[in-house]
């Protein structure tokens, strides 16, 4: 069964510092990769998605995140964070059971991005 | 475009109660599915809906039950409920079934039992 690891429970980085958010995933069969950020008082908004192709994803907000098989991983990368970053982002993998899909969430990681 | 719309924001509800959450999709998306957020077990899923028909369930008793309207629009029902349920109710929608659309989310129902 596929599940999903965030790695860092809580994230503090200061404004304009690169920061990387670590997910990993297990699981036998080929998957979809979803990144979501969660602000306060709000759903998840999705920032980007791995289906196929290029190993390197580009979302929105200036992030991106890298597709690594060899090492069931795919973490969320930003060069150079904003205070308005400061949310919990979900690494998330589909779960195909039975001929039917569900995402798969992660505990989340809360980034926090401080003057 | 619409986003997804979920009615109410809030609620407050008394154990023993039974509470009806309202999903709109967004128009034009078929498939409907709902999730439940908790601070101790994340986002766990509930159940998803696609032409009026339940595909898919996760790990919930029965007291939790949901339906889907032939506009795509899609409730879920807690019977009984309990101190336990309160939570945020998520609710998704994708044009079709597969998660490789991506699903967007609505902005939730906050449920609070005491």
């Known amino acids: 069964a596929q599940s999903v690891t965030q790695l860092d429970s809580q994230v503090p980085v200061f404004e304009e510092a690169p920061v990387e958010l670590r997910c990993n995933y297990s699981?036998?069969?080929?998957?979809?990769l979803f990144w979501y950020v969660q602000y306060p008082n709000q759903g998840l908004q999705l920032l980007l998605k791995y289906l196929s192709g290029s190993t390197l994803v580009k979302g929105i907000n200036g992030f991106e995140a890298e597709f690594n098989k060899s090492q069931t991983s795919f973490h969320l990368r930003k060069p150079s964070v904003h205070i308005s970053d400061t949310a919990e982002y979900f690494c998330?993998?589909?779960?195909?059971?039975?001929?039917?899909?569900?995402?798969?969430f992660g505990k989340g990681t809360k980034l926090t991005v401080n003057p | 475009k619409a986003g997804v719309t979920q009615t109410p924001r809030y609620l407050i509800k008394t154990r023993g109660q039974q509470v009806t959450l309202s999903c709109s999709p967004i128009s034009g998306h078929r498939s409907v599915s709902w999730y439940q957020q908790t601070p101790g077990q994340g986002l766990q899923f509930l159940f998803e809906y696609f032409s009026e028909t339940q595909r898919n369930k996760g790990n919930f008793p029965g007291r939790f039950s949901g339906r889907q309207f032939s506009n795509s629009r899609s409730e879920m029902n807690v019977s009984t409920l309990e101190l336990g349920d309160s939570a945020l109710y998520l609710c998704?929608?994708?044009?079709?079934?597969?998660?490789?659309?991506?699903?967007?989310f609505g902005s939730g129902t906050r449920l609070t039992v005491v």
């Open positions: 998704a929608s994708t044009p079709n079934r597969g998660a490789n659309y991506g699903y967007t």
């Open positions: 699981s036998s069969v080929s998957v979809y």
């Open positions: 998330a993998v589909t779960l195909t059971q039975g001929g039917s899909e569900k995402l798969v």
